[in-house]
């Protein structure tokens, strides 16, 4: 069992399903640890040579610009509409992130074989 994936795949979900909890309660603790677990992924994406790199660390990055605003928005100027949809952003950008990562767990299984 590869432990740094396991460790790159277990930050993603846990982004992802952060943000989702925070959809659910609207609750400025609940955006801040998916804030705060978003980053982390993003940083575990730095330096990551696999067939879609690029464009996870870019899907990274927009779910990133979509959840510090969102904690703006909620924490400064209080408008919880502004930050829910800003979190629907950035759950849309963890999902790519997601299906693009069971694809290339999909293609380098089909390269073993």
Known sequence: M???KVIYVFFQLMSLTSVAGF???HN???????LSLNL????LKIGV???FAAELFAASLVADLHLIPAFIYLEIKNDLLA???????A?????????LSFIE???????WE
């Open 2 to 4: 590869d432990w740094g």
């Open 23 to 25: 959809l659910y309660d």
């Open 83 to 89: 930050a829910y949809a800003m979190a629907i952003g």
């Open 49 to 51: 040579k696999n067939i």
């Open 28 to 34: 400025k603790v609940a955006l801040f640890i998916a």
């Open 91 to 99: 759950t849309i950008a963890n999902t790519v992130t997601l299906i």
């Open 40 to 43: 982390i992924s993003t940083v």
């Open 105 to 111: 767990l999909a293609k380098t299984k089909s390269d």
